[in-house]
């Protein structure tokens, strides 16, 4: 009879009566028009009043009730119609907001009741169902967790990291050159790439944007140390050319970028060339978005030598990873990044930095033998003979079957457990507090002063 | 006020199985279990110390539901087993301790758990496909055209549940009755959305159980004084009783809204205009020939004066419960609305009744297409009457089951039995490329292979409450079991007459042995056959469905609560 905000006078009985009366029969005139329009289907977010019900059974239309908000997100995303509001005086004109469904059933699963509806969808996606079943709830809310995170690590499969990127990253007062900006440029052009010559960046012409350079530690003993590298495997070419890796060696000072110290090329380009020399790279697959998502094999290409220091500061790679990179499962990520640090560490001079990389070389082991933790007793190190043998010499890496990883995902996650290590490590004082703290927002605070 | 405490730390655990709280509570937990289990089970008494209802019971959704578990390990099993009783009724206390029994046995091998977890999700397909094969020795087809395999199913579900109090000719009689209700609910008619009615219990308490009969239609209970006998309820000129129901209120009371507000002038009373609208339905009805109003909520007195003083049969007070199976049987829409009656919505009766059971009153609807019975239950005390109703909803599940999957599997222990036996003849014989294919040796495979098979008997073995000797035969490999007070004698031949689900007796040479016997014999265990004789009188049956899920449910719970390595508890 009223609604918020509204009073309702009754001043006579047969108005009264007559209001009363006029409820019901516009509620079925709603009801009829609906059904003239051959809607069939009514989706509510709120429960219906029985007469409602009882108008829409007399008139053959359906009714599910209380939708959640996402659900009626969901629909109005597949369907592009917004809700239908039948107030005023248009209650009774064209009903435009309607979508068109190809079923609509009742299903049982479980012990629960669901309704099945065939959405006709207007945009590219195209609304479907997942059910997943386990014996407890508890499994099942993982199961679906993990599922979302599947979904999200899908979603960064196209992803590509460019040197560019990195670059924009840190703002540094260093003005060195930068060739790679043309580099950059090029790498714009799409992530196929018909040379064989292997491009390296050199980190030390980066130029100070580029917090990929070497910093010389000038020993300042309240500085916390934190060397961070960035590593990344290349690849370019297509399946039939041999494959190429470039291995980019870098440093990042996380801390002091207000102290940024010239870099120093000439050392960094040195170990690059280093690393660059050692004859022996693991090449991994480059995973194309149209082909077949199966095939891992793997090739050992020696590095081309025909780069000399010069082209090393006019070349650049493309990008740091292309998009599609995989590695297959198991460790292979976490043991290929401790051997090249490890490599690299053994060509630096200074202590500092070949401690902290074999610290972060040793971490990284930690993965694969958790990984390994539930099969025999010494597989973990079985593997890791295996794979580091088959690196000295030269030789594929011994593959298996059971999966694939993006080499994009493994990259952000390293670079966030750096940086969140950095930032522990600066900490050099915990404070405790009896209030709860406040956000910025909330300014008016009842404290006592 | 209440105080503020500060907040507890949460617990961490870790190796949750290797503890020996969990290890006691779960054997508790298997123990109370295991003693409620069977025909001869013992009963438990769930109590609230501080008064109020008593609930005897041996089953496990009524056990489950109540207990509180404060291990996270058992209530991880209770809980699974919950979820399998919700969709399936039956075979929960086989599932329970067929899952107890697993932990107990994986977790004192000395095998990594994932080597177990998955040596058993093999040994469970095994189990599976031998079950869904045609050759199981254990599965028996249910045949609608006879009756014998449908009683025997439900006369299982009945006598397994000893807190029912029920003697052999009260099963008998109430296992005709819920066939009976069950098929008044299969429809006659063929339609392509045929769907199953439903089957209403009236409780009658403080009755001999033999007073239980079964009518079809629907029964209202009122009090007494309002009809003449006999009773003569308006017919419209087809011979049909016209019904109308409705869901709203008739009481004439004013549904003041709970947003905004209602002014209402002076010398304007709102109640007198409800009740001259209700009159104007009244006067509606009457012109419509409707011969009998049902009413959810309460109808207004001079309402049911008017329609009593023009022969309209008024029944209010219905409730909630009774709206959709009387619209289902009548063919009416619950009216929602005094100012709503249009005639579209009005259903049809064959005929309507005064019963009366007991000192109860009830009106009797008779619909032209009997889709929708009730049972009338009756036993003697509330508790005895509480579980057999239990009972009853569990055997009406399992025959709906049966519609779905005409499958039964051999009850009294003879199908844990065999299946047994099964596993144990298979595993001497499997290829060495399947070891290889799960990462485990041969030795590791048939040991969790003898935990799993003594898992299975140790819940045949405990259908033996009173302290004789569970055998099983070498043949067949069917349970059986021997009455106490005999001395271990090896000439089992003259104890044992029947193996445990009836099918097998002792006309033929078997050899026995002892089901919990220790396994030093070299004896290689043949492949167990199926029964010669497949149709005898008065099997037990179980529901072949939800045996199959409650194994499945059974072992992959056990798989779950062996991987466990952590236990984060939130102590607020």
């Given amino acids: ?449 | 006020m209440s105080r503020l405490e500060a907040k507890k730390p949460p617990l961490f655990i870790s190796e949750p199985l290797a503890e020996d709280v969990v290890g006691q509570s779960l054997s508790l937990l298997s123990g109370i279990l295991k003693s409620c289990y069977g025909p001869t089970g013992r009963l438990k008494q769930l109590h609230n110390g501080v008064g109020g209802y008593v609930c005897t019971t041996s089953q496990s959704s009524a056990l489950l539901g109540r207990l509180s578990v404060s291990q996270p390990v058992v209530r991880v099993l209770t809980a699974s087993v919950q979820n399998h009783v919700s969709r399936f009724s039956d075979c929960g206390l086989f599932t329970a301790i067929l899952c107890c029994s697993l932990v107990e046995n994986f977790k004192s091998l000395n095998i990594a758990p994932c080597t177990v977890i998955k040596i058993s999700r093999h040994l469970l397909s095994l189990c599976l496909d031998y079950l869904k094969s045609e050759a199981c020795g254990c599965r028996v087809s249910v045949d609608f055209s006879s009756v014998e395999t449908l009683l025997g199913l439900v006369r299982s579900v009945l006598s397994s549940k000893p807190a029912c109090m029920l003697h052999k000719r009260e099963v008998d009689h109430l296992a005709v009755l819920i066939l009976k209700a069950f098929m008044f609910t299969v429809p006659c008619h063929g339609e392509t959305n045929a769907a199953l009615g439903k089957c209403i219990i009236v409780p009658m308490k403080r009755r001999r159980v033999m007073n239980s009969m079964v009518l079809p239609g629907l029964l209202i209970e009122t009090p007494e004084i309002q009809w003449a006998k006999p009773l003569t309820v308006r017919r419209t000129h087809s011979d049909v009783i016209k019904i109308a129901l409705f869901c709203a209120s008739m009481a004439g009371d004013c549904l003041f809204p709970e947003e905004g507000t209602v002014t209402v002038h002076h010398g304007i009373s709102l109640e007198m205009a409800e009740l001259n609208q209700l009159l104007n339905v009244g006067k509606q009805l009457v012109n419509d020939e409707v011969g009998l109003v049902v009413c959810q909520k309460v109808i207004h007195p001079a309402l049911k004066q008017y329609l009593k003083e023009n022969r309209v049969m008024t029944v209010d007070r219905a409730g909630l419960s009774l709206m959709e199976p009387l619209s289902q049987m009548t063919g009416s829409k619950p009216i929602a609305s005094i100012h709503a009656l249009s005639p579209s919505c009005y259903g049809t009766l064959k005929d309507v009744r005064i019963e009366s059971f007991a000192s109860k009153h009830f009106v009797h609807l008779i619909p032209n297409d009997t889709v929708v019975c009730s049972l009338i239950l009756c036993n003697r005390n509330e508790t005895a009457w509480d579980e057999l109703k239990r009972a009853c909803e569990t055997a009406e599940h399992v025959l709906q089951l049966i519609v779905k999957e005409p499958l039964a599997l051999l009850g009294g222990g003879c199908t844990e039995t065999h299946l047994a036996s099964y596993i144990r003849h298979k595993t001497c014989y499997l290829p060495p490329s399947s070891f290889k294919g799960m990462g485990c040796s041969r030795t590791q495979y048939q040991l969790v292979a003898d935990g799993f098979c003594r898992s299975l008997e140790s819940v045949a073995s405990s259908l033996n409450h009173d302290d004789g000797e569970v055998l099983t035969d070498m043949v067949y490999g069917h349970c059986w079991f021997v009455p106490s007070g005999f001395p271990s004698v090896h000439n089992w031949t003259d104890l044992v007459s029947k193996c445990g689900c009836g099918i097998n007796g002792n006309a033929e040479n078997l050899s026995w042995r002892l089901l919990q016997g220790q396994f030093g014999c070299a004896t290689l265990q043949g492949c167990p056959k199926e029964p010669s004789v497949k149709t005898a009188d008065r099997l037990t049956l179980d529901s072949f469905v939800a045996k199959c899920s409650g194994l499945q449910v059974a072992l992959e719970t056990a798989n779950l609560i062996l991987d466990l390595s952590y236990v984060v508890e939130d102590q607020n």
């Fill in chain 1, 1 to 449: 009879l009223s609604g918020p905000g509204v009073e309702f006078v009754v001043d006579s009985e047969g108005r009264y009566e007559a209001s009363q009366h006029w409820i019901t029969r516009r509620t079925g005139a709603l009801m009829s028009h609906l059904q003239g329009n051959n809607v069939r289907l009514l989706l509510s977010s709120v429960k219906q009043e029985e007469e409602v019900i009882y108008y829409t059974k007399l008139h053959g239309i359906s009714v599910v009730e209380c939708l959640s908000e996402e659900e009626i997100a969901l629909i109005q995303e597949i369907t592009g119609v917004s809700p239908y509001t039948p107030f005023g005086d248009n209650a009774y004109g064209e009903i435009s907001e309607t979508a068109a469904a190809t079923f609509c059933q009742p299903l049982l699963l479980g012990s629960k009741r669901y309704v099945h509806v065939g959405f006709t969808s207007v945009c590219a996606f195209q609304p479907h169902c997942l059910i997943l079943c386990a014996p407890v709830d508890g499994v099942n809310e993982q199961h679906a967790a993990a599922l979302e995170g599947a979904f999200t690590m899908l979603q960064q499969l196209f992803k590509t990291v460019d040197q560019r990127e990195e670059c924009k990253a840190e703002a540094a007062q260093k003005q060195l050159v930068i060739e790679n900006i043309s580099c950059n440029q090029v790498s714009e052009c799409g992530a196929h790439r018909d040379e064989t010559e292997t491009q390296i960046i050199d980190p030390g012409l980066q130029g100070s944007e580029n917090p990929a350079y070497v910093q010389t530690y000038l020993g300042t003993p309240s500085n916390p140390i934190s060397h961070i590298k960035e590593f990344s495997i290349h690849f370019s070419g297509d399946v039939q050319k041999p494959r190429a890796e470039c291995e980019h060696l870098g440093n990042v000072h996380e801390n002091d970028r207000s102290d940024a110290r010239a870099a120093n090329p000439k050392k960094d380009s040195a170990a690059v060339l280093a690393a660059r020399n050692s004859s022996s790279v693991t090449a991994c697959e480059h995973l194309d978005a149209g082909k077949d998502l199966e095939k891992t094999s793997c090739d050992i290409v020696p590095f081309k030598h025909e780069d000399s220091c010069v082209s090393i500061a006019q070349n650049c790679s493309s990008s740091l990873i292309e998009a599609g990179s995989v590695l297959p499962v198991g460790g292979y990520f976490e043991i290929l990044l401790h051997y090249y640090i490890r490599y690299y560490a053994k060509q630096l001079q200074q202590s500092e930095v070949t401690v902290v990389s074999n610290v972060v070389a040793d971490a990284l082991l930690s993965i694969p033998k958790s990984l390994y933790r539930t099969t025999e007793q010494n597989s973990f190190t079985k593997f890791y003979l295996k794979v580091i043998n088959a690196l000295q010499k030269n030789q594929p890496l011994p593959m298996n079957e059971r999966g694939l990883e993006l080499v994009y995902c493994k990259y952000q996650l390293v670079i966030s457990v750096l940086h969140c290590v950095t930032e522990l490590l600066s900490i050099d004082l915990i404070l405790g507090v009896k209030r709860p703290l406040q956000k910025n927002e909330d300014c008016d605070s009842e404290d006592d002063f």
